[in-house]
């Protein structure tokens, strides 16, 4: 099983970036799919997921109403929208998935996650 998380970047603040992960190996379909993110000297920080059923999306309250996490069942993947970025955003950003549903108060837990991609950089100056 595969994450291959892309689209991490240099961007100013104010700017936007998509990130894109596509999973092989194994579908999701059935459990969430997030993206986490861990700035240096920090540790592993959750900022969105989603799943199906109305499971989600959630989201980390400082990046409400400018990320946006989407999912393409279809071709085994999750993206995530990043608008308006601030330099608190610059972070190694993470994919993550699950094979089978969880409870929703446990989707922003990263130990629930089974497979995780290699990590996107994302770099916002100001």
């Known amino acids: 099983v595969q994450l291959q998380a892309s689209g991490g970047g240099w961007v100013q603040a104010g700017g936007s970036l998509r990130l894109s992960c596509a999973a092989s190996?194994?579908?999701?379909?059935?459990?969430?799919m997030a993206w986490f993110r861990q700035a240096p000297g920090k540790g592993r920080e959750f900022v969105a997921a989603?799943?199906?059923?109305?499971?989600?999306?959630y989201y980390l309250d400082s990046v409400k109403g400018r990320f946006t996490i989407s999912r393409d069942y279809a071709k085994n993947a999750v993206y995530l929208e990043m608008n308006s970025l601030k330099p608190e955003d610059t972070a190694v950003y993470y994919c993550?998935?699950?094979?089978?549903?969880?409870?929703?108060?446990?989707?922003?837990?990263?130990?629930?996650?089974?497979?995780w991609g290699q990590g996107t950089q994302v770099t916002v100056s100001s």
């Open positions: 190996g194994r579908t999701f379909t059935n459990g969430p």
């Open positions: 989603l799943g199906r059923w109305s499971a989600g999306p």
């Open positions: 993550a998935a699950r094979d089978v549903r969880i409870i929703v108060s446990a989707m922003s837990r990263a130990e629930v996650y089974q497979y």
